[in-house]
């Protein structure tokens, strides 16, 4: 694998994340993962809110795997 360059301009930040499991509920039991969170959808909406308020347009993200679980369940 070759090696990666990411320039960025002034302002900019780079994030690299992973594992945040949209969707999981398991992921949120404490013999699992201890999450703060009572479910899936209260996780999601909280990740969301602070994606959204960390995050710019101009920034930069790289995920490395583990977005999604699968859809919820009624």
């Known amino acids: 694998m070759g090696n990666l360059t990411v320039r960025l301009d002034p302002g900019q930040r780079l994030f690299l ?6 969707g999981h509920n398991n992921i ?7 999450r ?3 479910g899936a959808k209260e996780m999601d909406e909280a990740l969301i809110r602070n ?23 009624k």
Do not use: M, Q
């Open 36 to 38: 703060p969170w009572d």
């Open 51 to 73: 994606w959204n308020e960390t995050v710019t347009e101009k920034d930069v993200v790289f995920h490395l795997g583990d977005f999604a679980w699968f859809p919820y369940r």
């Open 17 to 22: 994340i992973s594992d945040l499991h949209f």
């Open 28 to 34: 949120c039991k404490e013999s699992f993962s201890n």
